[in-house]
Nanobody, 119 residues
Framework: QVQLVESGGGLVQTGGSLRLSCAAS????????IAWYRQAPGKQRELVAS???????RYADSLKGRFTISRDNAKNTVYLQMNSLEPEDTAVFYC?????????????WGQGTQVTVSS
């Protein structure tokens, strides 16, 4: 089992910044990728950014340049630095981890953290 705990969300004004954290615990050895998703009211959950075990990062095209994903392996923590925030970024942000083993994979989700950007 893997537990994911997000933190760092909150209320920020347009143009501001926030850094989200996702702390992973439990059986993290087989985690292959950790990602951030977000879900705005009335919209589907969408991928924001991901980082692989090897450090390869991917971003939603619309967010490149404003958001940066990184990891601290010693702390089993992944971060999402969000800059130049806009009201359209208001959403619940979820941490996701994929546990990959021979012949199977398991998806884990955190409980989510609310990000609200005021205009």
């Amino acid at each position: 089992q893997v537990q994911l705990v997000e933190s760092g969300g909150g209320l920020v004004q347009t143009g501001g910044s926030l850094r989200l954290s996702c702390a992973a615990s439990g059986s993290t050895f087989n985690i292959n990728v950790i990602a951030w998703y977000r879900q705005a009211p009335g919209k589907q959950r969408e991928l924001v950014a991901s980082i692989s075990r090897g450090g390869t990062t991917r971003y939603a095209d619309s967010l490149k340049g404003r958001f940066t994903i990184s990891r601290d392996n010693a702390k089993n923590t992944v971060y999402l630095q969000m800059n130049s925030l806009e009201p359209e970024d208001t959403a619940v942000f979820y941490c996701y981890a994929k546990d990959v083993r021979p012949g199977s994979s398991i998806d884990y989700w955190g409980q989510g953290t609310q990000v609200t950007v005021s205009s």
